[in-house]
């Protein structure tokens, strides 16, 4: 679940990077260029899983009350894009148990240049469920590469605190 999570983050935040480069690229190419969009409100995810914490399968959804992602690039094609999101996260079961709501925050940041390029990402997750128990997901990842395209540095760590 928390790979999915991580994964469904970052290609929401490469397709954002995606679009608003191309609208960059339209200028020209001439000095800087920066893009910064806010939202609200936003449905980041909703989809099938299993809790971590009581094996019941049910929906975990995402929505951002705050979003701000920004994009930066330069003549020489560097370019540095970054996104925060913040709102309420809910897991409801298919059938009878558990449903959980509560806060989580995500952020991601992205770095290219002609010598390497490095992307991580961090996310936390805290609900609390009906029946007053609680869980915390905890997400990291990081990414580097060289002017190669090489792998220098990579990880995810992901944590859950059921209780």
Same mark, same amino acid.
């Given at each position: 679940?928390?790979?999915?999570?991580?994964?469904?983050?970052?290609? +929401?935040?490469?397709?954002?990077?995606?679009?608003?480069?191309?609208?960059?690229?339209?200028?020209?190419?001439?000095g800087t260029e920066t893009f910064t969009?806010?939202a609200h409100e936003v449905l980041l995810?909703?989809?099938?899983?299993? !809790?971590?914490?009581?094996?019941?399968?049910?929906?975990?959804?995402?929505?951002?009350? !705050?979003?701000?992602?920004?994009? #930066?690039?330069?003549?020489?094609?560097?370019?540095?894009?970054t996104g925060t999101a913040e709102g309420?996260? +809910?897991?409801?079961?298919?059938?009878? /148990?558990?449903?959980?709501?509560?806060?989580?925050?995500?952020?991601? /940041?992205?770095?290219?240049?002609?010598? !390497?390029?490095?992307?991580?990402?961090?996310?936390?997750?805290?609900?609390?469920?009906?029946?007053?128990?609680?869980?915390?997901?905890?997400?990291?990842?990081?990414?580097?590469? !060289?002017?190669?395209?090489?792998? #220098?540095?990579?990880?995810?760590?992901?944590?859950?605190?059921?209780?």
């Amino acid at each position: 679940m928390l790979r999915r999570v991580m994964r469904l983050l970052a290609l +929401t935040a490469t397709l954002s990077a995606l679009s608003a480069s191309s609208a960059l690229a339209a200028k020209g190419g001439a000095g800087t260029e920066t893009f910064t969009e806010h939202a609200h409100e936003v449905l980041l995810f909703s989809f099938s899983t299993e !809790n971590q914490c009581t094996g019941a399968e049910g929906t975990l959804s995402a929505i951002a009350a !705050n979003e701000v992602f920004h994009i #930066t690039t330069h003549a020489d094609g560097d370019l540095w894009v970054t996104g925060t999101a913040e709102g309420t996260a +809910t897991f409801v079961p298919f059938g009878p /148990g558990v449903s959980y709501s509560g806060h989580f925050v995500n952020w991601f /940041g992205e770095a290219l240049n002609q010598k !390497n390029q490095v992307g991580h990402s961090t996310g936390t997750f805290v609900l609390t469920g009906t029946d007053g128990s609680r869980v915390v997901i905890h997400m990291t990842s990081h990414l580097s590469t !060289n002017a190669h395209g090489a792998v #220098t540095v990579e990880f995810e760590r992901s944590s859950v605190h059921c209780g």
